[in-house]
């Protein structure tokens, strides 16, 4: 970030903790920069005990617009709001809060809008088709959220959620088939025969010892894996993937797909729009090195061999 900030400069915080290795201030400030925008996007190390106590605080100041939230804070959020969007609602979680004209706090959840984006960025289907996710936590839900949703268009034919905690899938399913009448169901096991896309969203695969979170050799053939995981990417379970030709991806790009939205959001209206159209900038910032190849070509992953 090289311009300077003033009086008149409107602040944006995303309160996490850790915050050590967040991603979306880079992002944001790249952003705030290309388009003009007097804004900054700022981490701010805030404990789960002292986060209610941050939060209200920190919205004294009048130039704070609005707030980005990271782990583990998205689900404390939702009951300080004075109003919240739908798929904050059913997920029961947000990862973003603004400031409204009439001086309220409303929030919203984009996981799983960035979900769907990245899956249409490369190619992968999903209306129509039987999912399998794994895990049913805060981003599970986002994402169970969005592909029962659909956007504007059907979803998925079929939503299986899977997680080794027993009954918490069961919990999310249910509430996600009643919302929506769709058919979502808890899976009895992580199996991945019969379903067209498996989606990653445990904490699975951080390290390179983590147990795999379903086993790829499984997939049918045809089959394509999405891993939401940010860091150690790609992971085994995505190399494994890619290694049977399956078209596997790595989760940067859901979280780039959020981006239009955040700033659509705070009322960025012009710099979504361009982002929207081309986020090569954002990419390039994001990705690893050695994975910069995959910015250029995106589409490599699309035709699955034979097991």
Request: hydrophobic content about 50%; proline content about 5%; some cysteine.
């Given at each position: 970030m090289s311009h300077s900030i003033s009086g008149s400069t409107q602040a944006y915080l995303i309160p996490g903790d850790p915050v050590r290795n967040v991603r979306l201030p880079r992002m944001f400030n790249a952003a705030f920069e290309r388009y003009g925008i007097d804004a900054v996007l700022l981490p701010m190390q805030?404990?789960?005990?002292?986060?209610?106590?941050?939060?209200?605080?920190?919205?004294?100041?009048?130039?704070?617009?609005?707030?980005?939230?990271?782990?583990?804070?998205?689900?404390?959020?939702?009951?300080?709001?004075?109003?919240?969007?739908?798929?904050?609602?059913?997920?029961?979680?947000?990862?973003?809060?603004?400031?409204?004209?009439?001086?309220?706090?409303?929030?919203?959840?984009?996981?799983?809008?960035?979900?769907?984006?990245?899956l249409d960025h490369y190619?992968?289907?999903?209306?129509?088709?039987?999912?399998?996710?794994?895990?049913?936590?805060?981003?599970?839900a986002a994402i169970g959220v969005a592909l029962a949703e659909g956007g504007t268009v059907n979803g998925a034919a079929h939503i299986a959620m899977y997680d080794k905690a027993a009954g918490k899938a069961a919990g999310v399913a249910a509430k996600?088939?009643?919302?929506?009448?769709?058919?979502?169901?808890?899976?009895?096991?992580?199996?991945?025969?019969?379903?067209?896309?498996?989606?990653?969203?445990?904490?699975?695969g951080l390290s390179d010892d983590d147990a795999a979170p379903?086993?790829?050799?499984?997939?049918?053939?045809?089959?394509a894996l999405f891993d939401i995981l940010l860091r150690n990417q790609p992971t085994p379970l995505v190399r494994a993937a890619r290694a049977r030709g399956l078209n596997a991806q790595a989760g940067f790009e859901m979280l780039i797909q959020q981006m239009p939205h955040y700033f659509r959001y705070f009322g960025h209206m012009d710099a979504a729009d361009a982002m929207a159209a081309d986020a090569g900038f954002l990419r390039e910032i994001i990705y690893p090195p050695a994975m910069h190849a995959e910015i250029a070509q995106p589409l490599r992953y699309r035709s699955p061999s034979v097991a």
């Open positions: 805030v404990p789960v005990r002292d986060f209610a106590v941050f939060f209200k605080s920190a919205f004294l100041a009048r130039n704070v617009r609005g707030m980005v939230i990271a782990p583990p804070h998205k689900p404390l959020v939702v009951d300080l709001l004075e109003g919240c969007g739908l798929f904050g609602r059913v997920a029961g979680s947000v990862n973003v809060v603004r400031r409204t004209e009439g001086d309220q706090l409303e929030g919203d959840l984009f996981d799983g809008e960035g979900l769907i984006g990245a190619n992968i289907p999903f209306r129509g088709k039987r999912v399998l996710i794994l895990g049913a936590g805060v981003s599970a996600l088939d009643a919302f929506f009448d769709a058919n979502v169901v808890a899976a009895d096991s992580n199996a991945p025969e019969g379903f067209d896309l498996v989606i990653n969203a445990t904490q699975l379903v086993d790829v050799t499984r997939m049918d053939s045809h089959a």
